[in-house]
C-alpha cells in the first residue's frame, strides 16, 4: 500500500517537529537570547545560523528618557524584528510599548492609527522599510550616516551624524523658535492695532506712524535673531 503525497508530508512535519533539526534549535536558540537569527541556505538546504544582535547607542537611554520628558508620551518602537530581540533591546534603552514583526505597511498603520487618536507623530528611522511610516508621520528624521537613500529623501530632517542627543535639542529649540514666532505676531499687531486706533480716534502725526510701523518690523527682527545665538541652542 503506498501512501498518498499529502500524508507523506504530515508524517515529515510530524517528526520535524518531535526532533527538530540543528538549524532549528539555532534559530530558537538565538530568538531566546533575543537575537536575531539569519538562516543561510546551499542548495535549498540550510548550512548555517548567523545570530545577530542589535547594540543599543551609547546615547539612547538618556535620548528615550529626554524625549519622554520633553513630550510627556514614551517612545513607540516599531521594528521587524522578531518580538524577543524587539523587547530585549526595548528593556535596554528604558522602551515599554514594542510593536515587533513589522512589515513596512504595519508601520504605516501603526502611525496612521497613533495620528487617528490625535496624536502628532514623529519618527526616526534609517531604513527603506521605515519610509512610508516616515512619509505618513508629521515629521520624519532620518539618520544621515547609516540611513538608506529612500529613508533621506523622504525625511524631513537628517541627522548628519547620526546624533540621537541631537533630536531632543532640535524639539527643544523648534518649540522656542514657534514661541519666538507668536511674540513677534503679537508685537506686530499690537503696535498696528494700536496705530490704527490712534489714526481712527484722534490725528496721528505721518513720522510718528512709519517709525511706529518700521520700529515694529525692526523690533520683531531682533527678537527673532535671538535664536541664531549659541546660548539658545545650548539651553536647548
Do not use: F
Amino acid at each position: 500500500q503506498v501512501a498518498s503525497p499529502a500524508l507523506l508530508d504530515e508524517v515529515e512535519a510530524a517528526h520535524a517537529a518531535a526532533a527538530p533539526t540543528p538549524a532549528r534549535r539555532a534559530v530558537v536558540q538565538a530568538q531566546r537570547d533575543a537575537r536575531t537569527a539569519v538562516v543561510v541556505a546551499v542548495d535549498g538546504r540550510p548550512a548555517a545560523v548567523l545570530s545577530l544582535a542589535d547594540r543599543p547607542r551609547v546615547d539612547a537611554a538618556a535620548t528615550v528618557a529626554e524625549l519622554r520628558t520633553l513630550t510627556a508620551h514614551a517612545p513607540v518602537l516599531l521594528t521587524g524584528d522578531n518580538p524577543v530581540a524587539a523587547h530585549g533591546l526595548a528593556a535596554q534603552v528604558g522602551l515599554t510599548e514594542v510593536h515587533a514583526g513589522l512589515l513596512p505597511a504595519d508601520k504605516l498603520a501603526h502611525v496612521e492609527a497613533m495620528q487617528h487618536h490625535g496624536r502628532r507623530v514623529l519618527l526616526i528611522g534609517d531604513g527603506v522599510n521605515d519610509a512610508p511610516a516616515m512619509a505618513a508621520a508629521h515629521l520624519g528624521i532620518a539618520m544621515g550616516r547609516g540611513g538608506s537613500d529612500l529613508a533621506l529623501q523622504t525625511a524631513d530632517a537628517i541627522t548628519v551624524h547620526d546624533d540621537l542627543a541631537a533630536i531632543p535639542r532640535v524639539i527643544a529649540l523648534a518649540r522656542r523658535a514657534r514661541r519666538v514666532v507668536i511674540a513677534n505676531l503679537v508685537i506686530a499687531g499690537t503696535i498696528i492695532a494700536v496705530l490704527v486706533a490712534w489714526d481712527l480716534l484722534g490725528t496721528l502725526p505721518l513720522p510718528l506712524a512709519v517709525a511706529g510701523h518700521e520700529g515694529s518690523t525692526v523690533l520683531v527682527g531682533l527678537n527673532g535673531l535671538r535664536l541664531l545665538r549659541r546660548s539658545a541652542w545650548e539651553q536647548a
